[in-house]
């Protein structure tokens, strides 16, 4: 194995955050990761994988693992479903695309997300209707201390809405080392409920969508309203939606009666946070190099040589605008590395 020092890690966030790994290890085996998990000269450890959902506000003193384990193969296979084994390092948009050259579905609203396998279910990563959860079979993760493999299935997983156990009471305890998904062959559970994936699928006059139409479908939509993390450093959606008690809510609308909102039970309501951060007044905005992309105020950019600081200082600014204006707290969806 080759360890570095004093590395850049620019190109392994999509931030473009120009901090430094005091030492880097690329990982690209089972048994490489557990060699270098055993390294007693480097006792402070740190993971990365695709850098799509972290702002790093500081340099990271400790040996940075970034982890590329390849290889997508078939589990088990009927004639109306498949279940895919593909390991951490893939790349989860280019693992969509493949699916749907298979002709599998379930992977179709998620097209276009940025980030690897690995790190999907630590988010439970979902877009216009579809979470991961919902095709999810299990992931193997390999335990920090021991190098063991361990085997989580959906229950264990105890995904909630952009969470899971592994950000929670798992969170540094292990490393994800490959997803197994269930995917359908035929007869596909179409999602198409979403607004703006059926005005584009009318507008291309699609009435019976496939698979590959309703990807494309949101592979416009994504690329109209979010910036291309190569051309323009983000992490897409900065904050969760929130979601508001009954009586919450019932305030809030009453104070902002053309406000859009979701309901997700009797009790739960959810309210967009780029409409709450529109009308703090912050879209479009830039603060030197950070700001918030003109398109979408979910977003937040780095226009070239923002830091995380100036990042993080920038969202801090925009949730006590949105909490003194609303009264409701929106939270980071990125993980924030301090």
Sequence with gaps: MNIEENISLKDYN???????????????????????????????????????????????????????????????????????????????????????????????????????????PIQNIGAYGVELKDVFVSCAAMDVETGELVSFDKDTCNFGYRDSIFKNEAKNKYIITSVNLRLTKNNHILHTGYGAIEEELKKNEIIYPTIRDISNAVIAIRKSKLPDPKELGNSGS??????????????????NPTAPFYEVDAKNYKIPAGWLIEQCGFKGKRFGDAGVHEKQALVLVNYGSATGKEILDLAVKIKEEVRNRFGIKIKAEVNIIK
């Design 238 to 255: 900065f904050f969760k939606n929130p979601i508001i008690s009954k009586k919450a809510f019932d305030k809030f609308i009453k104070a």
């Design 14 to 120: 999509t931030f473009g955050i120009d901090a430094k790994a005091r030492f880097f290890v690329e990982t690209t085996g089972l048994a490489q990761l557990q060699k270098v998990l055993e390294l007693k000269a480097y006792p402070k450890k740190f993971i990365i994988s695709g850098g799509s959902n972290m702002l790093l506000t500081t340099d990271i003193d400790a040996l940075v693992m970034h982890i590329n384990l390849k290889g997508i193969s078939v589990v088990e296979e009927s004639e109306d479903a498949v279940e895919i084994k593909a390991m951490a390092g893939e790349n989860w948009h280019e693992f969509v695309m493949w699916s749907l050259e298979q002709g599998y579905g379930g992977l179709e609203n998620l097209s276009l997300i940025p980030g690897n396998i690995g790190t999907a």
